[in-house]
């Protein structure tokens, strides 16, 4: 007879218990990428992306720096000790290594001895996906603290010659601590809602160790505005919401008109005009996995949102990956 394993005893649901980022000193304007001999100009990059400014890292500083410092702001946040963490991720597709990964070292600098940890790979959907990894390993009582880590060194993999390329990306980190939910409070993570689309993989690539990111931005502006509003519709949903219970919508900032046109489909699906829409690409720039924990800390930060606010998160990008999901933010 095949024996019964033993189970862990499953969790009602998890919640965000705190948040934390960093970004690199540099502040890089559009105007000083045209001064570096691109031919681009400000007006060019602020209509058709939006951005303003972004951030480059130092050679020096690298995206372990950059993960370490955002989890280590997480985990005070939430006020926790290291050794109440239980799980280290790292989403992240910039890692100058193909091994070790991020995570482990993440891990042991900031003191979170010997505990799982691994790498998520699913480029600007990373993060939703490692947070959506993080809940269930929760549930599944596997972990009862995990750090989930965004953080992005692009600077490393474009090509600062490429106008295409070298005006959107950008780097930083963004954190959440995930931990369960306890006596009567309810679940603070949604149900993922995510995919792919392996067909468009030749959009976004890095051909070979030696090259920089390529990527067609018109394909993928096209895929992004017609295949992602329904998926953060779905996510919606299977948290058992509606559009006009969403407080705040933090897509991953891959271009504002991106943003625009997934706001402007949620609020045709029923989404209150005072839903707050995050903006962050403005000063920082495309920072893909680090992105959407980045631009929640920025808002928080400028009394944008609240504790309690209910947040729907929407990451895409390279693969074509995508996930998202609604959270009560911490
Ligand atoms: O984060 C991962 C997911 N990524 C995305 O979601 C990115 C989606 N795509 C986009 O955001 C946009 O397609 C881009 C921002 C990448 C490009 O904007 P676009 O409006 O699609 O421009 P385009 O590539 O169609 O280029 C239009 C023109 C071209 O010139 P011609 O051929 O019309 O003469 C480009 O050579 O603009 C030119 N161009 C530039 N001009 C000034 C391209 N880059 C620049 C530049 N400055 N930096």
């Known amino acids: 007879m095949t024996p019964q394993l033993q189970q862990n005893p499953i969790v009602a649901g998890a919640r965000i218990r705190g948040l934390g980022s960093v970004q690199p000193e540099q502040v890089v304007t559009n105007h000083d990428i045209a001064a570096s001999g691109v031919e681009t100009n400000d007006e060019w990059i602020r209509d058709r992306v939006g951005i303003v400014e972004r951030r480059f890292a130092r050679p020096d500083e690298s995206l372990v720096d950059m993960a370490s410092d955002a989890g280590a702001k997480a985990l005070a946040d939430a006020g926790l000790a290291p050794s109440e963490i239980d799980a280290v991720l790292v989403a992240t597709c910039t890692m100058p290594s193909q091994i070790p990964n991020a995570s482990a070292q993440v891990a042991h600098r900031i003191g979170v001895e010997a505990s799982p940890a691994f790498d998520v790979n699913a480029a600007c959907a990373g993060f939703c996906y490692g947070l959506g990894t993080a809940a269930d390993m929760i549930r599944a009582g596997s972990a009862g603290n995990v750090l989930v880590i965004g953080a992005e060194k692009l600077t490393d993999w474009v090509d600062p010659n490429d106008r295409s390329t070298c005006i959107i990306f950008a780097d930083g980190a963004g954190a959440v601590v995930v931990g369960a939910a306890t006596g009567d409070e309810a679940a603070g993570i949604g149900p993922i809602a995510a995919g792919s689309a392996g067909d468009l993989a ?39 919401l509606t559009p006009g219970d969403i407080d ?34 403005i000063r920082s720039g495309n920072t893909s996995a680090a992105s959407i924990p980045l631009a929640i800390d920025h808002m928080r930060n400028d009394g944008r ?12 990008g390279a693969g074509l990956s995508y996930a998202g999901q609604v959270v009560v933010l911490p």
């Open 202 to 240: 030749e959009t976004i690539v890095v051909p070979d160790r030696s090259s920089f990111i390529y990527q067609e931005g018109q394909a993928v502006f096209r895929w992004a505005t017609t295949k992602i509003s329904p998926v953060a519709v779905q996510a919606i949903e299977r948290a058992g």
């Open 248 to 281: 705040v919508l933090v897509p991953h900032q891959a271009n504002l008109r991106i943003v625009e046109a997934m706001a402007k489909r949620l609020h045709a699906a029923g989404a209150r005009s005072d839903m707050a829409v995050a903006d962050d690409i």
């Open 305 to 316: 949102v609240r504790s309690g606010d209910i947040a729907l998160l929407v990451g895409f």
